[in-house]
């Protein structure tokens, strides 16, 4: 069965920093890009980061670019993102997805973690 | 990046109904193209994948058509578990992108 498992969500203030984490198994984690995907209060779904299999791909959208990090541990079968400089519009539900690739069928979620930025 | 537009924004309907919800893309991104719903407090679910797939375990009142920009969500007879949010996404090309969402309301 594929889990993904989120956590190291919480309250911090603004300027603050978050790692969150991934823990992913059930499935060849190496062989699959993955996904940050974040939902703010009342909002719909933004992805807000991507990295490939192998790390030689990864996006961030422009509302975090040069604040988060995302990285993977294959070894480990984990997804981080190192998030820097919050916002008070940082706050949101993270979710860790594996979502559907081209001729894929499946796609997978984390059950989310809630990250809280305070003024 | 892809953008993809999503309307109505916000759908009123009855149980028994027969619901469609549209999905536009910027650009031609074939049959790569997914559904999902949403219910509070939960982690998005996908519906649809290839732009008409039914995923494993989804009803047959759902049901999807459309390839290159233009694309529709069916729901052909709403039951009182249907009322949700509902998002598309393509997976065309990175970075995947959401349709900003469709509240169904009863």
């Known amino acids: 069965e594929v889990q993904l498992v989120e956590s190291g969500g919480g309250l911090v203030k603004r300027g603050g920093s978050l790692t969150l984490s991934c823990a992913a198994s059930g499935f060849t984690f190496s062989l699959y890009s993955m996904h940050w995907v974040r939902q703010a209060p009342g909002k719909g779904l933004e992805c807000v980061s991507s990295?490939?299999?192998?790390?030689?791909?990864?996006y961030y959208a422009d509302s975090v670019k040069g604040r988060f990090t995302v990285s993977r541990d294959n070894a480990r079968n984990s997804l981080y993102l190192q998030m820097n400089s919050l916002r008070t519009e940082d706050t949101a539900v993270y979710y860790c997805?594996?979502?559907?690739?081209?001729?894929?069928?499946?796609?997978?979620w984390g059950q989310g973690t809630l990250v809280t930025v305070s003024s | 990046d892809i953008q993809m537009t999503q309307s109505p924004s916000s759908l009123s309907a009855s149980v028994g109904d027969r619901v469609t919800i549209t999905c536009r893309a910027s650009q031609d991104i074939s049959n790569y193209l997914a559904w999902f719903q949403q219910k509070p407090g939960k982690a998005p679910k996908s519906l649809i994948y290839?732009?008409?797939s039914l995923q494993s375990g989804v009803p047959s009142e759902f049901s999807g058509s459309g390839s290159g920009t233009d694309f529709t969500l069916t729901i052909s007879s709403l039951q009182p578990e249907d009322f949700a949010t509902y998002y598309c996404q393509q997976y065309s090309s990175y970075p995947f992108t959401f349709g900003q969402g469709t509240k169904l309301e009863i």
């Open positions: 997805a594996r979502l559907i690739q081209a001729a894929g069928t499946d796609d997978y």
């Open positions: 290839a732009a008409s």
């Open positions: 990295i490939s299999s192998s790390s030689n791909y990864i």
